[in-house]
């Protein structure tokens, strides 16, 4: 399984911006995906970012479509999300995921990082 390592979480006003990072290792294969989910207390685990290894266009939730940006760096094994114009509602741990080889089912997580947007 590949090992992902987030950082990048944090506090933050209503409004600002933070930019995660994920980095990905122990793997030799191409991802047909990878992805960012989040959870909040009491809530399920919502799948809001993917981005596609065949250069597709990446996938947002409408909850945060239009002020987050999904991306990665292939030579550095990294995944990134830039989020901005950020709401209490954003408030969540955020789990970054990377695909079986062959699908786009993921099958590896981070350990998560925590964002909290105050009012």
């Known amino acids: 399984q590949v090992q992902l390592v987030e950082s990048g979480g944090g506090s933050v006003q209503a409004g600002g911006s933070l930019r995660l990072s994920c980095e990905a290792s122990?793997?030799?294969?191409?991802?047909?995906?990878m992805g960012w989910f989040r959870q909040a207390p009491g809530k399920e685990r919502e799948e809001f970012a993917t981005?596609?290894?065949?250069?597709?266009?990446?996938y947002y939730a409408a909850s945060v479509k239009g002020r987050f940006t999904i991306s990665q760096d292939n030579a550095k094994n990294a995944l990134y999300l830039q989020m901005n114009s950020l709401k209490p509602e954003d408030t969540a741990m955020y789990y970054c995921?990377?695909?079986?080889?062959?699908?786009?089912?993921?099958?590896?997580w981070g350990q998560g990082t925590q964002v909290t947007v105050t009012s």
């Open positions: 122990g793997y030799t294969y191409s991802m047909p995906c």
């Open positions: 995921a990377a695909s079986t080889p062959y699908t786009c089912t993921y099958n590896s």
């Open positions: 981005i596609y290894s065949n250069g597709g266009s990446p």
